[in-house]
């Protein structure tokens, strides 16, 4: 309501002009018009005191009715912004209030709802139907009833609509009034059936704990714990299935009040199933507000596979597979373990050797030396007793340990050995004699730390072969370090590499599941001009000890590269060439220089150069990474070989830049001829494929190996079953055949 200003003024101007005429009167007719003047003049103030009031309060009125349109524009600018609409009833009398935002919740123009009011249950979604019956219930009852339903808009399109239905009742109990607020909630339904879908549908255990009783739980928790249905866990204390002092720990870390925001900690961990059975797992906690109230959640999984693989791993580092004996890495650290806590003590180093057992291998195969060695160890146990550890250094060595003994009692196991090994072995029905040759070594006279140690027992048990065999010889200054056959070997050796006696065989690695050669690996052999030919286990050791092997390897680095080479430019472009490398090569500072400078050199590129390196390099993990990022920086390719068999981890390996890994012989004999059934190659290739690692599998000598191998997924194999190492003529045969091998 607005009154005009003008009408004011005329007022104003009325009473003014009534005012001078009275005054004129008054004039004229002095007795007339005295009474009248004053009651007159009386009347006018009042009347102009009403009008400035009535004026003030117009004035007033309007202002707080723009306040009051201002107010409203704002309401429908709120409403508009939040996607709700309201529906007011008052049943009394009749009426129907709709604002306008149930046209943009519906998609139909209001008219349509003031046309028919049951317009908002007919485009309910037909399967939320049942929503009404009890939304109506609650209703009669009094009570206001929030209810959730899908709606279908005239595009077809599906929403859904939160509606909060409000009754009022009169003193007679009979609905008066009601009112309703509408909002669109799709954007959070179909977040929230999202996020349930990823929960539910995760294989991964998630849950959310809250008081220290479990408040939820997917479908994979379940399974994981062993529970048949929800209702077995729901609303169970946690600590029935983790153990008090994990629930504690994942408490005290969650909630601490230094913790991030949105920091999450992780956690290994044993879970007790319904069974009993106890399982791995590995977990992730965080607080979340769960219900309005601070709770933990943590998404886990089950790892128990995991760490059985890892502790095969560590197994296979610190044991031999074939015998159960701890193998050389564990031997030397007890080794070094006697001699730092005993270290006023004498101990022994006994280093065994045995006599004609290569003979018994090359005629009557691995399968009868690997049976024969297990003997071996068993025997070995029985002479020692409690006195020492034995262990196996590979191959046919053993070395042993004897604790705080004297000469007499060293003599005395070493003779129990020598009766051990007075009876032939018998396998498959026939007997075999081998027979030990035993060097001893005593510390502190013979050397006060283990390398001294080993190696002089070492120098001794080649004085006991030279004696005949079968026999003990203890360590004595008087061979000068060395036995009269290593220096022998090591003058042969210097003129092996000046006289070029030395020449590389190659032997092709095969694509198991298509046969075509993908690589091969340069071998080495030495054909002495008199002696004839002496294997690489007889003097690679020996060039590594004097330090030959540096000059050694290079040649064969050289050598090897230029024949890829040649074959490139011949046409055969499709595989690496591996090549060994030394602890002692990787200890030259000029290596990195050397391998860069003879690729530029030959023109070869560096992705055709696999340099297979030992397990022992894990031993100075550091420096080894460097010079491993450095090679892989050039482009060459990396490998593991006898993997299993030195001190390789996991959890080095997977920050290495390795490229493959070499399954080493002895595992894969173990597909036929041990219990294990192959469980320990099975292992290796699962855990190289899941860090990505191409495995290849050496010493394959039959076709029931190489079906297990396909079967458990190893992509690459050598070995005789394929073929021997060949001279570089043979092998070009094979490439100029297509590539593939015929078994």
């Not at 095969?510 to 046969?515: E, S, V």
């Not at 394959?700 to 079967?711: D, P, S, W």
Request: hydrophobic share 40%; with cysteine.
């Amino acid at each position: 309501m607005k009154i005009n200003r003008n009408i004011y003024i005329r007022l104003l101007i009325l009473i003014f002009c009534l005012l001078v005429l009275f005054e004129v009167a008054d004039i004229v007719f002095p007795e007339l018009f005295h009474s009248i003047k004053i009651i007159s003049y009386l009347t006018i103030t009042i009347y102009i005191g009403a009008t400035f009031i009535l004026f003030f309060l117009v004035k007033d009125f309007d202002q707080k009715a723009n306040e009051f349109r201002k107010n409203q524009q704002k309401m429908k600018n709120i409403f508009d912004t939040l996607d709700v609409a309201i529906w007011s009833h008052d049943l009394k009398n009749n009426t129907l209030l709709i604002t306008p935002g149930i046209e943009k919740l519906y998609g139909y123009k209001l008219e349509n709802f003031y046309e028919d009011s049951n317009l908002w249950k007919e485009v309910i979604y037909p399967e939320d139907l049942y929503v009404l019956e009890e939304r109506g219930k609650k209703l009669a009852g009094g009570e206001t009833a929030t209810s959730q339903y899908r709606i279908i808009r005239p595009d077809g399109e599906v929403r859904w609509i939160q509606d909060r239905g409000i009754p009022t009742f009169d003193s007679k109990g009979e609905l008066v009034d009601f009112n309703s607020v509408l909002f669109d909630i799709t954007d959070r339904k179909e977040s929230e059936g999202l996020y349930q879908s990823l929960v539910e549908m995760s294989p991964d255990i998630i849950a959310v704990v809250y008081n220290g009783k479990i408040e939820y739980i997917n479908e994979a928790g379940c399974k994981l714990i062993g529970a048949q249905s929800l209702e077995q866990v729901i609303g169970q204390s946690a600590k029935n299935f983790v153990p008090t002092q994990i629930t504690d720990l994942i408490k005290s870390k969650v909630f601490s009040s230094e913790k991030l925001e949105n920091e999450r900690h992780r956690f290994e961990f044993q879970v007790r199933r319904t069974d009993g059975e106890s399982i791995d797992v590995e977990m992730a906690a965080r607080s979340i507000l769960y219900d309005g109230r601070f709770a933990v959640q943590v998404v886990g999984r089950d790892i128990t596979q995991r760490k059985k693989s890892e502790q095969t791993i560590k197994f296979m580092a610190f044991y031999d597979t074939l015998t159960g004996l701890p193998n050389r890495n564990q031997f030397r650290t007890h080794l070094n373990e006697v001699l730092h806590q005993q270290e006023n003590s004498m101990h022994a180093v006994l280093f065994i050797d045995l006599d004609r057992f290569k003979i018994i291998n090359d005629t009557k195969g691995h399968s009868v030396g690997d049976i024969i060695l297990q003997k071996v160890a068993g025997r070995l146990e029985k002479a020692v007793q409690s006195e020492g550890l034995v262990s196996r250094q590979g191959g046919d060595e053993f070395i042993i340990v004897l604790e705080d003994i004297d000469l007499e009692k060293a003599s005395h196991v070493s003779k129990r050995i020598l009766n051990e090994f007075a009876f032939p072995f018998e396998v498959n029905k026939d007997e075999f004699y081998v027979t030990p040759s035993i060097g001893i070594s005593i510390y502190p006279t013979d050397g006060n730390d283990e390398e001294t140690l080993i190696k002089n027992a070492d120098t001794a048990m080649y004085q006991a072969k030279e004696r005949g065999k079968n026999n003990y010889q203890f360590y004595s200054n008087n061979l000068d370090g060395i036995s009269t056959w290593k220096m022998k070997l090591e003058n042969w050796l210097r003129r092996a590499l000046e006289q070029k006696q030395m020449t590389l065989h190659y032997q092709p690695q095969i694509d198991l599941p298509t046969g075509e050669i993908v690589g091969v690996e340069a071998l080495i052999r030495w054909n002495h001009p008199e002696y004839g030919y002496i294997a690489p286990s007889e003097f690679i050791p020996l060039a590594e000890e004097t330090g030959l092997i540096v000059p050694l390897g290079k040649w064969i680095l050289r050598e090897a590269c230029e024949r890829r080479k040649a074959w490139k430019d011949a046409g055969f472009e499709d595989f690496p060439i591996a090549v060994n490398v030394s602890v002692r090569q990787f200890q030259d500072e000029h290596f990195i220089s050397f391998i860069a400078d003879l690729l530029e050199e030959i023109g070869l590129e560096a992705n055709y150069l696999e340099l297979e390196i030992t397990e022992s390099l894990m031993q100075n993990l550091e420096n080894s990474t460097i010079i491993l990022n450095q090679l892989k920086s050039l482009g060459v390719l990396l490998s593991v070989d006898d993997f299993g068999t030195g001190y390789s981890s996991l959890s080095y390996l997977k920050h290495l830049p390795i490229d493959k890994i070499k399954i080493d012989k002895s595992f894969v004999d173990d597909i036929i001829y041990h219990s294990n059934q192959g469980m320990m190659v099975k292992t290796i290739i699962d855990m190289g494929v899941n860090l990505k690692f191409t495995v290849i599998a050496e010493g394959i000598e039959t076709e029931e190996q190489v079906k297990f191998l396909t079967r458990n997924a190893c992509q690459i194999g050598q070995g005789y079953y394929y073929s021997k190492p060949l001279s570089s003529e043979k092998l070009e045969e094979f490439l100029s055949k297509g590539n593939i091998l015929a078994q």
